[in-house]
Nanobody, 127 residues
């Protein structure tokens, strides 16, 4: 079956770090642009980061709110995209989702051409 599964969420103190994983089954991730999104309770879903397909150079982009703190990367051998989150803040608390798009070039926050969505993983930043 075609599936995206997020993992790596949990409870972390402010200033701490987490690494989220987005693993694909049934399709090859390197052909897709991959985006990370998040949604906090009572708020709209927002884009966090994205990475273009490998054939398009794997260009990465970030929302201003996470630049310098988050890093998106791809491991084609593992068919997985990662989001390394450092210097976490309470406002980073949200359910984080990944999505795969048939568009090759990504834009942060855009779900145009999205083919697959994961179910999300919860990140809570609190003392």
């Amino acid at each position: 079956q075609l599936q995206l599964v997020e993992s790596g969420g949990g409870l972390v103190q402010p200033g701490g770090s987490l690494r989220l994983s987005c693993a694909a089954s049934g399709f090859t991730l390197n052909y897709y642009a991959i985006g990370w999104f998040r949604q906090a309770p009572g708020k709209e879903r927002e884009g966090v980061s994205c990475i273009s397909s490998s054939s398009s150079g794997g260009t990465t982009n970030y929302a201003d709110s996470v630049k310098g703190r988050f890093t998106i990367s791809r491991d084609n051998a593992k068919n997985t995209v990662y989001l390394q989150m450092n210097s976490l803040k309470p406002e980073d608390t949200a359910v984080y989702y990944c999505a795969a798009s048939y568009r090759q070039i990504c834009q942060v926050g855009s779900s145009n051409g999205a083919a697959y969505w994961g179910k999300g993983t919860l990140v809570t930043v609190s003392p």
